[in-house]
């Protein structure tokens, strides 16, 4: 199933599959979100945003309006 | 031989670059939990073997050498120049045992630059708690680089990665990852345009639009280079994904961790630490004792201070021979200095809280809890730092904004902080405080005096907010807005480094601070105590003839005299002379001196009284006890009213809350800013917004 990395519930992982070049920093991919990398969202933050996720080794956070330009495949 | 080596350390945040630092040169300074802490460019020097010397620089902690912040710009400067006078020999490059994938994507950059290269793997001593097991051979066979194993906290690896180091020249400078491949006929192009220089380097000033030598992107452009901006992020992408290919088939071979065991402590803390209501439950409580501690512990070693500059200048009124040097020193320089030393406990005490919160790790989680709070005010979670530390001096809390990389969240970060109270607030607040507010309880529990204190404290902060929320609307947004901070493990912080850092902080305020009031504190005493024309040189005989046949005692005479020098005295008729301007806030013309003297930095208004009622009572012992209760004795001349009351001292009080009243964060936020418009805009925002709010306080009150 496809969805949107901001739409991800809690403690669910999925396999990041692609994204708008032009709307994600470059520090993002750096970080390790990059396309067939696994991400699990561990957190959201009280009023829904930001959100705290585990992707290639490394604990991160980012906020919604940009997990919402990353589409994720979940099983 | 060439026995000196020049040595640049380089590294993600959080992997204990600085303790590296530490255990090599033996120099202290600070590790930061926080993105960019290493704000300034550090260097010390190393002793490898007993003829070899490293010249050491500790660089900004950084993810990855495209100049994404400020930080990361100074990194390029130097790694790309070898014309630079540091230009490093060899790069060592820290990373952390823990997260080894992400570090070595900038490993892999720093291989591309064709400097001699290092990698020092920190914190091999967790490897066995943690479930790691690395193969270490195979892992410098396919990096084609050496790989040292290290603990800086342990003090382990340290003399093997000396001699590493001195080894240098052994090296291969070849990339251990052919990135270019990734769009190779591009990059073959690209090589074309200067093939004296590596490839990797003319891509980052044509990609980052850098300027190194004579090369910048348009001369490469000239030379028939053509990409439009999304291509370049393509490149990127393409560049990263091929790096990250590698590593994680190099890591697959090499690298084993039990993740059970890994990442246990911190997803238990994270799950109470970032909870929806312990969270924040836990962030006020840690706010609330951070404060309570700064009050309670500071009180005591406070008094003791105090007094000791009373007696001090008591003191030299018995050693010293009558005249104008003691008087200088006595009435001058000593209430002066006196004013401002007393807060010196309160501002290490705030200065260490705030470094073990960043060594922990705990502050980046506060920026996750708060982002979405600052949000509407135009603000980042990450100002929440700036915020916090602005509670100590706005002068550190402004240079620590530059780890906000959006430029509108930072800037507006820059122009507020300064309405948070700053520990140079406290003098001023504690003295009319004491004057104006009653010493009662309110409830019979919530002391007056404390509660105003607080609220001041809060007042600051909605200012602030507010202030950006306003200001937000003037300020035009060039760059999209984006949020990626990473949460690092957590740490015992490491008792030294929060030592050594609030050690450092504080010398730089109290020297910072004490130099300007110890010139100040002389130009006062001398404008208070000399006037020009003969109204000044003859207040003796003047006032003796008004009271002539007044039954006044000797005692009542010289204070009259006393405040007729005063008045006639250079700082005399520059208070009259602005008091028109002043007078609608409630404030006389004495004030009115503290006032513009303390624009240099909010603590000498304090000081500036001290030395102006001293000059007051002709410098003799006092028997009127301390300043407080000589300012509660001012009376208007014309009125006979108390010059300090509930409306003017809240006014006051006012003012200062919002007046940008320090030339240092004047300067630092020209700095940081690069911008004169900015800079001059904040000052008078501030200024006016403090005139206005303190003349309603005072007509309201009044």
């Known amino acids: 199933m496809n969805t949107t990395l901001d739409l991800l519930e809690k403690n669910t992982k999925g396999i990041i599959a692609d994204y708008d070049m032009q709307k994600v920093p470059l520090k993002l991919l750096e970080m390790g979100c990059l396309p067939g990398n696994e991400v699990v969202l561990l957190e959201v933050a009280p009023l829904g945003d930001p959100i705290y996720l585990y992707v290639n080794d490394t604990h991160l956070s980012i906020r919604k309006e940009l997990a919402k330009e990353i589409l994720v495949n979940v099983e | ?702």
């Open chain 2, 1 to 702: 031989m060439k026995n000196i080596i020049n040595v640049a350390l380089i590294g993600n945040p959080n992997v204990g670059k600085t303790s590296v630092f530490n255990a090599l040169t033996g120099l202290n300074h600070k590790i930061g939990n926080y993105p960019g802490i290493t704000v300034d460019k550090i260097s010390g020097d190393a002793k490898l073997s007993n003829d070899v010397l490293a010249k050491v620089i500790d660089l900004p902690g950084t993810y990855s050498i495209n100049a994404s912040s400020l930080d990361e710009k100074i990194v390029l400067d130097l790694l790309f120049n070898p014309q630079h006078k540091e230009y490093p020999d060899v790069v060592v490059v820290v990373a952390d045992i823990e997260n080894l994938k992400r570090n070595l994507l900038l490993f892999t950059q720093i291989k591309e630059l064709g400097i001699p290269s290092v990698l020092a793997i920190n914190m091999a001593d967790r490897m066995t708690e943690k479930g790691i097991s690395l193969d270490v051979k195979q892992l410098e066979e396919k990096l084609n680089t050496k790989v040292v194993l290290i603990s800086a906290k342990k003090k382990q690896g340290i003399e093997e990665l000396k001699a590493a180091i001195i080894d240098f020249r052994n090296y291969s400078t070849e990339p251990s990852v052919n990135a270019t491949a990734a769009a190779s006929e591009f990059f073959g192009k690209l090589a074309l345009t200067y093939p004296t220089e590596p490839i990797y380097k003319l891509w980052m000033i044509y990609s980052q639009d850098l300027e190194i030598g004579s090369i910048n992107k348009s001369s490469i452009e000239e030379k028939g280079i053509q990409l439009s901006e999304s291509e370049v992020k393509r490149l990127q992408q393409k560049k990263t994904i091929k790096r990250y290919q590698f590593i994680n088939d190099l890591l697959k071979e090499v690298y084993k961790k039990d993740i059970k065991a890994a990442t246990d402590l911190l997803s238990k803390a994270d799950r109470i630490l970032t909870h929806k209501v312990w969270g924040y439950v836990i962030f006020f409580a840690i706010m609330l004792l951070v404060f309570q501690a700064i009050f309670t512990w500071s009180s005591i070693p406070m008094d003791w201070i105090d007094g000791l500059f009373g007696s001090l200048s008591t003191w030299i009124h018995e050693v010293m021979e009558p005249g104008k040097l003691t008087e200088l020193i006595a009435d001058g320089i000593i209430p002066g200095i006196g004013g401002i030393m007393p807060f010196i406990p309160q501002i290490a005490i705030l200065f260490m809280f705030i470094a073990i919160l960043e060594e922990t790790g705990y502050m980046s989680r506060v920026v996750f809890l708060m982002d979405r709070l600052m949000r509407p005010f135009g603000l980042s979670g990450k100002s929440v730092v700036p915020l916090i530390s602005g509670n100590a001096c706005a002068i550190p809390a402004i240079m620590s904004a530059r780890n906000i990389e959006n430029p509108k969240e930072r800037l507006l970060t820059i122009l507020v902080t300064p309405f948070t109270t700053c520990s140079a607030r406290i003098p001023v607040y504690i003295i009319l405080i004491a004057l104006v507010i009653p010493d009662t309880k309110l409830f019979g529990v919530i002391g007056l005096q404390g509660l105003t204190l607080t609220l001041f404290y809060l007042l600051g902060f909605l200012a602030a907010l507010v202030g950006a929320w306003i200001l937000k609307f003037f300020i035009r947004s060039e760059k999209k807005s984006y949020f990626v901070i990473e949460m690092p493990n957590y740490r015992m912080p490491i008792f030294k480094n929060v030592v050594s850092t609030m050690y450092e902080k504080t010398k730089a305020f109290v020297i910072g601070a004490g130099k300007i009031i110890f010139f100040l504190s002389i130009i006062i005493w001398f404008l208070g105590a000399h006037g020009p024309g003969e109204k000044y040189e003859n207040a003796e005989e003047i006032v003796t003839e008004q009271y002539k046949g007044q039954s006044v005692s000797e005692k009542e005479l010289e204070d009259h005299i006393a405040g007729y020098k005063l008045e006639n005295s250079y700082i005399g008729i520059i208070g009259k002379s602005i008091e028109p301007v002043i007078k609608p806030l409630g404030y006389d013309w004495k004030i009115g001196i503290a006032v513009i003297s303390s624009f240099v930095a909010r603590e000498v208004f304090v000081g500036t009284l001290a030395t102006i009622y001293n000059v007051g009572s002709s410098g003799e012992e006092d028997e009127d006890g301390t300043i407080k209760q000589r300012m509660s004795a001012e009376v208007w001349p014309d009125t006979k009213e108390k010059v300090f009351t509930l409306a003017s001292g809240l006014s006051l009080m006012v003012f200062y809350a919002f007046a940008m009243q320090c030339t240092s964060t004047v300067a630092i936020t020209r700095r940081e800013t690069k911008s004169w418009k900015w800079t001059i805009f904040q000052l008078i925002f501030m200024t006016a917004f403090a005139y206005l709010a303190a003349m309603l306080t005072f007509q309201f009150l009044k």
